[in-house]
């Protein structure tokens, strides 16, 4: 079983993810990688690979049976993150203190 998820965690999974949407890698797992070719420090000693792949599995926004069919002409494709989206100021603050923090570790 594995330890709880923190506010630690959470923030720095989503460090994480703006960080691979810069390095682009030809598989999630390759940020870990042994290969100097791969590797990125930056992710791989914020959190381990399983660490980040269960909080990955596990994330939702949204109550996946609560959303209309895909072929429901209702159906918006942004509708898993789409609350996420819209939320106010304070988190897109938050987000931008991050970036901010792990370019300066680059």
């Known amino acids: 079983m594995c330890d709880p998820v923190n506010e630690e965690d959470i923030l720095a ?3 994480n993810m703006i960080v691979m949407g810069l390095i682009k890698l030809p598989a ?3 940020y870990w990688s042994t290969d100097p070719l791969f590797h990125c420090s930056i992710i791989s000693e914020s ?3 399983d660490r980040f ?3 990955h599995r596990f994330i939702h926004f949204v109550d996946n049976i609560a959303l209309p069919p895909p ?4 159906y918006d494709r942004l509708c898993k993150v ?3 989206l819209t939320l106010k100021s304070g988190l897109f603050l938050c987000i931008d203190l991050t970036v ?4 300066m570790k680059l």
């Open 28 to 30: 999630i797992a390759d």
């Open 13 to 15: 999974y989503f460090g």
């Open 100 to 103: 901010n923090v792990l370019l």
């Open 47 to 49: 959190m381990t690979r």
């Open 82 to 84: 789409h609350q996420f």
């Open 53 to 55: 792949f269960h909080i």
């Open 71 to 74: 072929t429901d002409s209702s």
